[in-house]
């Protein structure tokens, strides 16, 4: 959807120089980019200070070698503290607050063996302790959630295989062994030990030791052996996620309250429900913490920024002075947050948010502190980012040559909020630009004639893939709007008439008589997509990436995949599996206006939920190419097929790469004389295939093994586009660097700059 627009658009084509005898390849910008870190979990210091488990890779503008960081009461990290351990996911302190326990993924720290688990000093010193496990035991795999018992020692769960099956294991911290208290179906969220010693253990399992026992159970004390007196969460309305507990918290008295759903319930003794408050459809509350004067706060999964101007009852954080009555607090009025995952403490006045949070409102990503009494910031804190799974969706054009690019990211490690948008000049360096304020988490976008920019986005989704039930299987999917000029939203019926439905939106691109919308199982045209100035064309069930459209109006769209677990038996949900009688399909086709037909191209698959590669159409001739995998194991990996429209719908193969693979976008000259692909290279001495950008002519199809001669940092591109003598590789690589270019006249790049 994007090649409609790239003739105008990345002209960086800076002076050109006298050509060198190589090619090179540099960075666009060379920036970091972040999004906001995962918090898996916190431990609160008697001073007020505190130690997280976390993803993160930055603080502010600092980098961190360490996944376990300490701060102290004036929220600052205490740097030096500690040794850098790698994939740390719990921490707790010992009954005497005198250890601190963390457990992860790792398997040693600093070269010393710490199979999963290891114990500091509050300094930070490792301690020689280590897990011992007996005869017969393995280590465990990686440990996800850890509570101390009153004796001292530990329950630990950890996830022993690749499948959803977690172990509740009882650790001797005198001797390091462990053993296999109970068997889990699936995560668990979160464990609590009552003054009396009985435990408490939420998450998302169904059957504990192969009885059902849905998302929460009692341990007894001492014995901890489960209480099968102690009720089950019930199913609700059909709703997979309605008895999955993801936070257990404690008010003075004692009395337990869990989170389940869009709901916080106070138990009773035997586990039922005595009241419930909270109520926001789909709104999965993810924390709760009671103050002083036992007031709850509560934190939820509130999935998308709202805006500057948001209600205090949408700020995703509200505090109930009576909850017996699901009465908010009206003096209470946080800025608006958005995010799933964030960890929630209260330390004296303070209310502190960390991980897995933004706020546009304040600017703060990944850490928050607000008056525990009024809910407005009370302090400043550092960013928390991370480079892990930040990704790059596309571009397109805007305004003397300058580019908007896409992605999953909020901000650049210069300390820049991005909010998921790059604003990139002609030059290709980053300028500062309007707020983009999108509805949702937008995945698919398109520009108008008159400089508006449509999107499509995931406006409230169900909470994990195993939550998917027949209450909106999808989550909700809007047609949005932006003005690129100065960031303002349009109103929602300025392109459609759709406001939110549960119909799986994944490519969109402007057309002459309004977008072209790609749907679960059809592509939508015309002015109105729910109203009467509309039609529908009919699709395989799956996901759309890219769609291009020609001068002469035709468009083109590549079919993957539905989602995963996009194929559930339960009643309502939204995609279901082809049956097996159902004649194989294709991976690529060609919309027509008018009456609206989609025509196949591309061979036929007897593997229908594969996924095309690239592919790109010749302006002047109409003529597609594509990159499409093997069926086989008999046949090439990829190959490259050329469609004449004009021709035979499954082209003729211009090349069979057995030495490359091209998963990635692909994108032509203007005289079709070379394809560009991202993909991957020929296996290296490690046995690894490189990620890397190819070319492959289009007289012979033969892989040009003299482009590129040299470069910097290979990029497996998902997006490619060809502007000139440049070709544009989009995409973010693992150390949160973004996109890459490349001449194909001679002329040598350094570090971005023409020498």
């Known amino acids: 959807m994007f090649r409609l627009f790239v003739g105008c658009w990345l002209c960086f084509l800076l002076a050109s120089t006298p050509a060198q005898e190589v090619f090179a390849q540099a960075r666009l910008v060379d920036e970091v980019l972040l999004k906001p870190s995962t918090v898996h979990d916190v431990a609160v210091l008697p001073d007020g200070g505190f130690v997280i488990a976390s993803d993160t890779t930055h603080v502010g503008s600092n980098a961190v070698d360490s996944r376990m960081l300490r701060f102290n009461a004036q929220l600052e990290r205490v740097q030096g503290w500690g040794p850098a351990i790698e994939s740390a996911l719990a921490v707790a302190f010992d009954a005497d607050g005198q250890w601190l326990y963390v457990g992860g993924g790792f398997t040693s720290i600093e070269g010393l063996d710490r199979p999963r688990l290891a114990r500091l000093s509050l300094g930070g010193q490792l301690d020689v302790w280590a897990l011992s496990p007996g005869n017969g035991q393995s280590s465990p795999g990686a440990i996800e ?24 294991l009882l650790i001797d911290t005198t001797s390091g062994a462990y053993q296999v208290l109970h068997r889990l179906s699936d995560a668990v969220f979160d464990i609590q030990i009552l003054d009396d010693g009985r435990v408490l253990v939420g998450g998302a399992f169904e059957f504990v030791n192969g009885s059902l026992r849905r998302g929460l159970i009692r341990l007894n004390a001492g014995t901890l052996t489960v209480d099968t007196a102690f009720a089950a969460r019930p199913i609700v309305g059909g709703r997979w996620s309605s008895y999955h507990v993801r936070a257990i918290a ?9 989170s389940a759903s869009d709901q916080v319930h106070r138990l009773r003794e035997d586990g039922t429900t005595e009241y419930s408050f909270f109520s926001w459809a789909n709104i999965n509350v993810e924390q709760i913490a009671f103050d002083a004067q036992d007031r709850p706060y509560v934190l939820t999964g509130w999935p998308s920024s709202l805006g500057p101007n948001v209600a205090p009852s949408l700020s995703g954080l509200v505090r109930f002075d009576d909850p ?13 947050i958005a995010g799933r995952g964030a960890r929630m403490i209260l330390s004296g006045e303070r209310l502190i948010l960390l991980g897995s949070m ?11 502190a607000l008056s525990a009494e009024s809910g407005a910031p009370a302090a400043s ?9 930040v990704a790059l969706y596309g571009a397109i054009p805007i305004g003397s040559g300058g580019t908007l690019v896409f992605g999953e990211f909020t901000h650049a490690v210069s300390g820049s909020r991005l909010w998921g948008t790059l604003r990139l000049n002609a030059q290709g360096q980053r300028i500062d630009g309007p707020f983009m304020d999108f509805f949702g988490t937008p995945d698919a976008f398109s520009l108008t004639p008159d400089g ?4 499509t986005s995931l406006s409230r989704p169900m909470p994990r893939p195993q939550d998917w039930g027949e209450q909106f299987p999808e989550g909700e999917w809007i047609v949005g709007g932006v003005r690129v000029n100065d960031g303002a939203r349009l109103p929602w019926d300025t392109y459609s008439n759709i406001n939110l439905d549960t119909q799986f939106k994944s490519g969109i691109v402007s057309h002459d008589d309004g977008p072209l919308l790609a749907r679960r199982n059809s592509l939508r045209s015309g002015t109105g997509f729910a109203g009467q100035n509309s039609t529908s064309t009919g699709l395989p069930f799956g996901t759309t990436r890219r769609i291009a459209v020609d001068a002469s109006g035709f468009a083109v769209l590549d079919r993957g995949p539905p989602p995963p677990n996009a194929f559930s038996s339960v009643g309502g949900v939204g995609f279901w599996p082809p049956p097996s009688s159902s004649p194989p399909v294709r991976m690529l086709y060609r919309w027509l206006p ?13 593997a229908p939920l594969a996924e095309v590669g690239g592919f790109d159409v010749h302006r002047a001739s109409g003529v597609i190419y594509a990159s499409f995998p093997g069926q086989t194991t008999a046949q090439p990996p990829w190959s490259i097929r050329r469609i004449d429209p004009a021709g035979a ?10 030495d490359h693979w091209a998963p990635g976008g692909l994108a032509l000259d203007e005289q079709a004389q070379y394809a560009y692909l991202g993909g991957f290279g020929p296996l290296d001495s490690s046995g690894n295939r490189p990620a890397r950008v190819f070319r492959v002519a289009t007289t012979d199809g033969e892989v040009d093994p003299e482009w590129p001669r040299r470069g910097g940092d290979a990029v497996q591109a998902k997006w490619i586009y060809m502007v000139g003598d440049q070709v544009f590789a989009l995409s973010a690589t693992a150390s949160g660097t973004y996109a890459a270019f490349y001449r194909t006249d001679g002329v040598l790049f350094e570090d971005g700059f023409e020498q």
Do not use: K
């Not at 933004?358 to 928050?368: D, E, F, V, Y």
């Open 145 to 168: 959630n850890l509570a101390v018992l009153p004796n001292g020692d530990l329950l630990a769960v950890h996830r022993p295989g690749t499948n959803s099956t977690r172990e509740l």
């Open 250 to 258: 404690l008010d003075s008295t004692g009395a337990v309250f869990v």
């Open 324 to 336: 017996a009555s699901n009465s908010v607090a009206p003096g209470f009025a946080s800025p608006q």
């Open 358 to 368: 933004r706020s546009s409102q304040t600017g703060a990503i990944g850490a928050l």
């Open 381 to 389: 804190l550092a960013a928390l980012g991370t480079t892990e799974n």
């Open 452 to 455: 508006n920019l449509l999107y």
């Open 594 to 606: 008018g009456p609206g037909s989609a025509i196949g191209l591309g061979p036929d698959r007897s």
């Open 649 to 658: 719908p499954e082209g003729e193969v211009l090349s069979t790469l057995a």
